[in-house]
């Protein structure tokens, strides 16, 4: 992130394509705060799909971050993948399903697969600081799971799993899944070991399991107490299906989803909280109720 601003703003980060840089001007409007900066792209770099007109848009390599820092983003991602449908493997079998249910759709070999992964930086804070807002506001990340890299001393990150958010029922009912977590009743903190990813489930989880397992709710806190005041970073990798893969639980809850609506779910999630600096973004964001056949970027909610 320590790229000149100019080069930066090169790759801003347009919700239509979702990859790119975001500024932290137009982010964490919210709270009044700008301690996030953001910087997302997958194997195509900041290329890859037009989630409105729904078409590729091929390789978009910054060239200014080197062919050396290319290769090793693509090799990375390669391999976090592979661990990913490991998981993946894993999570089926524990739910009875076929074990390579939830592996199909995700071919990192093929341009369908819109995986991506992205560097977050915060910057430091003051020696001084005391009840600031949130690093990074509560969500959940509306992939089917995410691989989280922590950098060892970067303490901060706080989950809020199934058991400890308030779903509201009455919401829950209109069969969506991301109305699964509006308040959190209690904070865990999960600080970073040394080689080991943090797995967070996505609400295309919860959407494919019919809401048996909750996207996990998280935040990144302020630091405080004996936490670091220095900048903190994180590389997550979003596990996405294929574009046109659509997907439904076996109980048929929710309608059926596509790939390119999970992306665009995304983009209006970013919509709604830019123009929305009363703070009712994250309504708008985790609680629209779905149309049965979702538009792709339909920023109504
Ligand atoms: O910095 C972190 O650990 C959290 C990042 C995160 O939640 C995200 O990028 O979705
Ligand atoms: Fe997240």
């Not at 060892?152 to 919401?171: M, S």
């Not at 080689?195 to 806190?221: E, I, M």
């Not at 779910?265 to 009712?280: H, L």
């Amino acid at each position: 992130m320590h790229l000149p601003r100019e080069v930066k703003e090169k790759f801003s980060w347009i919700p239509d394509r979702y990859l790119g840089w975001r500024s932290p001007d137009n982010i964490e409007t919210v709270t009044g705060n700008r301690l996030w900066e953001w910087f997302s792209f997958g194997r195509y770099g900041v290329g890859g799909y037009d989630v409105r007109q729904q078409k590729f848009l091929g390789e978009r390599w910054p060239t200014e971050l080197g062919e050396e820092w290319k290769q090793l983003s693509l090799r990375y991602q390669a391999q976090v993948h592979q661990v990913a449908l490991q998981l993946l493997r894993a999570l089926a079998i524990s739910l009875g399903r076929d074990e390579h249910e939830f592996e199909k759709p995700f071919d990192i070999d093929h341009e369908e697969n819109p995986s991506f992964m992205a560097w977050n930086w915060y910057p430091p804070v003051k020696d001084d600081a005391n009840n600031l807002p949130p690093r990074l506001h509560a969500h959940a990340d509306m992939d089917i799971i995410t691989l989280l890299m922590q950098r060892p001393g970067d303490t901060g990150l706080e989950i809020a799993p199934g058991k400890d958010v308030d779903v509201n029922p009455e919401l829950d009912k209109l069969g969506n899944a991301w109305n699964a977590v509006p308040t959190a009743k209690h904070w865990t903190p999960v600080d970073p070991l040394e080689g080991a990813f943090t797995v967070n489930l996505g609400d295309g989880l919860a959407w494919w399991t019919d809401g048996l397992f909750r996207s996990t709710y998280h935040r990144v806190r302020c630091p405080s107490g004996n936490d670091s005041r220095g900048a903190r970073m994180s590389v997550p990798y979003f596990v996405n299906p294929n574009l046109n893969f659509k997907f439904q639980g076996p109980e048929k809850k929710y309608p059926p989803l596509t790939g390119f609506d999970l992306l665009a779910k995304t983009g209006n999630a970013y919509e709604a909280r830019k123009n929305d600096p009363e703070g009712k973004w994250q309504k708008a964001a985790y609680m629209k109720a779905p149309d049965a056949n979702p538009q792709p970027h339909s920023v109504t909610a």
